[in-house]
């Protein structure tokens, strides 16, 4: 909930506040440290979704040998695999958002105008589809913790 809450206070908080035409010099800047902070914690908190997640199916015997096949093959195993799959599209378009368009967007706002608006937009959707990917795997995993299953 850090990471989806972080996500949502920062558009609906955050990039408001930064718009402000009172902030005009100062709103590229305030973008880029905010970003460069909720960057450094958002991979601690990966490692944290991989080691609890993997921990809980441990827990709960998901890869003992005799259960292995059963649960893969199940509904609430279906929702598992569509978790994981959710999860490895997040992390790498995270990546990508993070280490690519991101950093790019910042190189190019005083001496691009071009590429600066195409990698701002571009930031922008992936900043969208990340906090969409991380709602999503917030509610299967809310409805998998309660057995019920969309398969």
Aim: hydrophobic residues 50%.
């Amino acid at each position: 909930m850090i990471w989806v809450g972080g996500m949502i206070f920062y558009v609906i908080v955050v990039i408001p506040v930064i718009r402000n035409p009172e902030l005009k010099d100062q709103k590229l800047r305030l973008l880029q440290l905010t970003a460069t902070q909720f960057r450094k914690i958002s991979y601690y908190i990966f490692v944290v979704f991989i080691l609890s997640g993997t921990g809980l199916l441990i827990q709960k015997g998901y890869f003992e040998p005799s259960s292995i096949k059963e649960l893969w093959t199940s509904n609430i195993g279906f929702m598992f695999i569509g978790k994981i799959t959710l999860f490895s599209i997040l992390f790498l378009s995270s990546l990508y958002h993070d280490f690519v368009t991101g950093p790019k967007t910042f190189t190019y706002q005083f001496t691009d105008t071009v590429r600066f608006e195409r990698y701002r937009k571009t930031s922008s959707f992936f900043g969208r589809f990340n906090l969409l990917i991380s709602v999503t795997i917030a509610v299967l995993g809310i409805l998998a913790s309660r057995g019920f299953s969309i398969f």
